[in-house]
């Protein structure tokens, strides 16, 4: 009797924890929308900005792939630009440097540039983030927008499953995008292969 109250308590406990954190992911995946939502505001006005400054007709990372991309300050971050993977309804803006605490909010730069052609990008498996890009398909358009408003255009080639320590499979391939976020487990990642 008292080893079966017992279990039934234990029980107890376990569906309470597991209702608290499914509460918590909903609440932190909500207030990840809403950082990014905001941040954008300012990012697509600061690119809106630098297309109205442009005079040349040739871009600079044309002349000079190797430079570094521009970056817009927005809060405590600094952003690279804005990925749309309309397939997704998705349009995010994207940080310039990886750091834990920037994943909460955006999309972050891993490694790369867009100019040079092996720009990667990771993001948290939020809804609002990355969560969906494992639905995209063979042929689905991604476009990146610098903060000076050029404008790179891709498409989906492939997807793969790399294990979480399969770092040099990440940069393997010479794909011009890849996009990437933990499974749920955190065991693997799911990583979406494009190109210009």
């Known amino acids: 009797m008292y080893l079966g109250n017992c279990l039934i308590y234990i029980g107890f406990l376990f569906v309470v924890a597991a209702i608290i954190l499914t509460s918590y992911n909903i609440w932190d995946d909500r207030r990840a929308a809403a950082a990014s939502g905001a941040a954008m505001e300012e990012i697509l ?65 891993y490694t790369g540039s867009a100019y040079q052609d092996d720009l990667i990008i990771a993001a948290h498996n939020y809804s609002g983030h990355f969560g969906k890009i494992k639905r995209l398909q063979a042929g689905d358009d991604v476009f990146f927008t610098d903060m000076d408003g050029n404008l790179f255009s891709y498409q989906m080639v492939s997807m793969e499953v790399l294990k979480d320590t399969a770092v040099k499979d990440m940069y393997s391939g010479g794909y011009d995008l890849t996009l990437f976020t933990c499974t749920y487990s955190g065991e693997s990642r799911v990583t979406i292969r494009c190109e210009r």
Not at 79 to 98: F, H, Q, R, S
Request: with cysteine; glycine share 6%.
């Open 45 to 109: 006005l600061d690119i809106s900005k630098a297309k109205e400054m442009q005079e040349e007709e040739t871009p600079d990372y044309f002349v000079a792939p190797e430079m570094e991309m521009p970056k817009s300050s927005v809060g405590e971050y600094d952003y690279i630009g804005v990925l749309d993977i309309p397939a997704l309804g998705m349009n995010l803006p994207v940080v310039g440097e990886l750091s834990y605490s920037a994943l909460k909010v955006a999309p972050c730069r």
